[in-house]
Structures are given as C-alpha cells and as structure tokens.
C-alpha cells in the first residue's frame, strides 16, 4: 500500500472536503501515519471514513472526526493540550504536532502502553501517556486546548474549569440518536463561551455521568 498516497487521498476526500481547512491541522495529519496506530488487522483501512475498534470496545474515531477536533481547537505551539481517552494515539501524536507538550489520560493500562510505543514508533516525544480516569480531573486553568474523546451524556464542568483564559475544550454532549459537538472557550476567570458545531454520535466516556433513569 502507498501510505503517502492513501493519507493523501484521506486529507482530500474527506478532512478537506469536511470543511477542515486549518493548514497546520492537514499538515500534522499528513505527517502521522494513522496506519502505525490501527490494530494490524485493520491497517489497511485505517484511512476509511469510519471508526476502527481497538481494545475494550474502543473506537479509534474517523479521520474526519480527528480533523474537526483538531481544527476546533486549533493548538498553539507554545500550549500544553489535554486529552481524555488516548486509545491507541492517534490524536494524541497530532495533538504533538501542534502543540508544545500533551498530556494523555488512558483508563485502560493496556492501550496506555500500546500508545506509548506508538508515539515511539513515530518519534513523538512531547506527549506523556498516564494511566488515569478523565472523570477524576481536578485542575484549573491549567490547559490552552483539551480534547474529550468519548461523549458525555450529561455535561460536566471539570473539563472547561481546567483550561487556562483563552483555553478551548472540544467535548461531545447528549445520547444517542441526539449528540452535539461542542467548542467551550474560558474567556474570563469565571465566563465561558460556548459553540454548537456539528451533530455526531460517539460513545460515551467511560464513568460519565448518565440522566437518571425514568421508573414507572
């Protein structure tokens, strides 16, 4: 397979075509080879426009999911980002393209040391993997950029206290069928701003809160 010609064609036909057009994002796209980071079974689609499962029943996101995280929350060079369920590493080694340093939560020890070598493999060295629950963070404004890979069927504040003024969090909120995409922005020690930008369908962070349950 010509990997260069196939991420090519991934960046094209779908990032670009989804409207992802940050210069810097497409760039950190085309130099991480996302084949590195897909189970061996599934390296030969791991640029198909459709989530890949990795281990646990995990997903590693489409490309054009990636792409809109990234853009959304257009990481600066000098920023530190958050993100809240690595997987195998595929944003996370992205999120190391644009960013001055990542760190990586992963519940699951396992992937978090499959990211580890992945990251390795790719000579990623800004991104520090731990073994953590995204739904236990306690800090304030701390990050320039967080990125929230599962949904959270209800919102939870924690994430956007944890960014640092002009910080933005890309987070996925509701439940299925009904899920939207969202873009917080601290723009003041105790104001956010908040930006609906697109309706998709993820599952859930492991130990969100969830509604509670209607008994009749």
């Known amino acids: 397979m010509n990997t260069h010609a196939v991420r090519e064609q991934m960046i094209e036909q779908q990032v670009r075509a989804g409207d992802v057009l940050d210069l810097r994002v497409l760039d950190a796209m085309r130099d991480v080879r996302r084949e590195l980071f897909a189970p061996e079974a599934y390296r030969k689609v791991a640029y198909a426009d459709a989530p890949i499962p990795i281990a646990h029943g995990q997903w590693m996101l489409p490309p054009l999911i990636h792409g809109r995280i990234l853009q959304a929350l257009t990481p600066k060079a000098d920023e530190v980002a958050l993100l809240v369920g690595t997987g195998t590493g595929y944003l996370a080694a992205c999120l190391g393209r644009l960013a001055a340093r990542v760190r990586a939560l992963e519940i699951f020890p396992d992937l978090a040391d499959l990211a580890r070598a992945n990251l390795l493999s790719v000579a990623v060295n800004n991104v520090g993997v731990e073994v953590a629950d995204g739904m236990q963070l306690d800090e304030h404004g701390m990050y320039g950029a967080i990125a929230v890979t599962g949904s959270l069927p209800l919102y939870d504040e924690r994430f956007q206290r944890a ?52 008994v009749f």
């Not at 960014?163 to 956010?192: C, D, H, I, N, Y």
């Open 163 to 214: 960014l640092r003024v002009g910080g933005r969090l890309f987070v996925v909120v509701g439940q299925s069928p009904v899920m939207e995409a969202w873009k917080v922005t601290r723009v003041g020690e105790r104001e956010w701003q908040r930006e609906s930008l697109f309706e998709t369908v993820i599952d859930p962070l492991i130990n969100a809160a969830h509604p509670p349950s209607f």
